[in-house]
């Protein structure tokens, strides 16, 4: 989605910025860990046609990603590359409802889970989205397994709407009313989020 090319949204604790080129070779080296992939339900991809995903992100209408970086090391280094732990994206798949966006996120580097990174990077994705892309309802399918990203969304508000035991995993969803959007909010100006996107170049 070119929308977010050069947008820049900042947290406490990280800074999710666009993907792009540079960033290809370390995210192909996360996921070339099969763990990741079966957390994520992502198939193994050369370089080349990681490459070429990148780009297919970059420029179709209906997926928005950012890049999540620890914001410390990023303000110390100026260098996303050594500051990049994961991302979190933006599905559009309902053709019937753009105003619909399935929600995922990943923390791949193992030594900042727990930190909160995600949850902060999740606020900044879903603040974005309903600003900036309309956004007025979320959906999210989790492993039924993952315990922790479950309690992650249910805390944000998000609501166990189906279970299937053929996939293992849970959808939950959030509805985007007005008192969602102060609840949202509110918590950007708690945690000291910048919900207003800047400009990264």
Sequence with gaps: MKINANS??????????PYNKDHVPKYHNWMEDEELREQTASERLTLEEEYQMQESWRNDADKCTFIILDKDIFEKTNNDIDSMVGDVNLFFNDIDDRNSAEVEVMIAERNVRGRGYGKEAVVLMLIYGIRRLNVRKYSVKIGQENVKSIRLFEKLGFVLVGKSDVFREVELRLDVNSEMENILKELCQLNHLSCEPSSFK
Aim: charged share 30%.
């Design 8 to 17: 820049r949204l900042d947290g406490l604790k990280v800074v999710l910025i």
